[in-house]
């Protein structure tokens, strides 16, 4: 195991079944709009990828970028589309950079859902937590918003913590929850070329995230109906897919 490898340790399984995820009853959002924190739907932690140690990570993220992540996440979110007063959704928040830099794209008329099946991730989120910014636990394979009810999904380094067999599910679920012309962004960790880095980034993370195919996500979209409208590499490390649902 590598030096970070217990950093991104996956949790073992928690117990949580699914139940009844309710897509029909949610409006606005999982939080809700009035409320602040976050909301526990019993879709906690179960999957291979999901992630603890959030005071941990988050000190790392700033660290490897350099003390640039928010602004790297900024970019990201301005690459989303979204706009003031739109509902976005982060697939796989983590401790809620990119949410955030998307609360700051929708503003106070908008509304921005980060989602996480670590409750400990989410509960560390959570301290960002306002009217137009919340955090749930729940994956992306089973979203808690309404059919074609949101603007925007967007989802940061996340992809290649879901189990591969779950992925299709999360895609399908961004296209079943964006309204027609909404957007989903996939950023993922761009693994190197070379061999020796490829090495070190599976020695300090694990293959996951070493071997993440980006191109198999982009035709996971394809798939589900997805219109591919931009696809490239920011900042340097950050291989990206847009696409739109038509
Ligand atoms: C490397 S972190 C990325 C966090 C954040 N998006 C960022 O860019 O800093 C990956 C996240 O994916 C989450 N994750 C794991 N399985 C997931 C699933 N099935 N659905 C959504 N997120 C999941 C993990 O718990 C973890 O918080």
């Given amino acids: 195991m590598g030096v970070f490898a217990k950093l991104f340790a996956h949790r073992g399984p928690q117990a949580h079944g699914h139940g009844s995820h309710g897509h029909g009853s949610h409006g606005h959002g999982a939080g809700g709009h009035e409320s602040s924190g976050h909301e526990s739907s019993g879709h906690a932690a179960h999957g291979h990828g999901v992630m603890s140690h959030a005071g941990s990570y988050d000190r790392l993220t700033r660290l490897v970028t350099l003390g640039r992540r928010d602004r790297i996440y900024a970019g990201l979110a301005a690459l989303s589309g ?17 949410t955030r830099a998307l609360a700051a794209r929708v503003g106070p008329t908008g509304l921005v859902t980060g989602i996480d099946p670590s409750e400990e991730m989410v509960a560390f989120a959570s301290r960002s937590a306002t009217p137009s910014l919340q955090y749930a636990v729940h994956p992306a394979e089973a979203l808690p918003f309404d059919d074609s009810s949101v603007q925007v999904v967007a989802t940061a380094l996340a992809m290649h913590h879901i189990d591969p067999d779950q992925r299709p599910a999360a895609v399908a679920e961004a296209h079943r929850v ?16 070379n061999r020796v880095a490829r090495h070190v980034i599976d020695a300090l993370t694990g293959p996951e995230m070493a071997n993440n195919d980006l191109g198999a996500v982009r035709a996971l979209m394809v798939d589900a109906g997805f219109t591919i409208v931009d696809e490239g590499v920011r900042s340097v490390a950050f291989g990206y897919v847009l696409a739109r649902k038509v």
Avoid at 82 to 98: I, K, Q, R, W, Y
Avoid at 178 to 193: A, E, F, I, K, N
């Fill in 82 to 98: 979204a706009a003031p007063g739109d509902h976005a959704v982060d697939l796989g928040c983590g401790t809620g950079a990119l």
């Fill in 178 to 193: 964006l309204v027609p012309g909404g957007q989903l962004l996939v950023v993922d960790l761009q693994p190197p070329r």
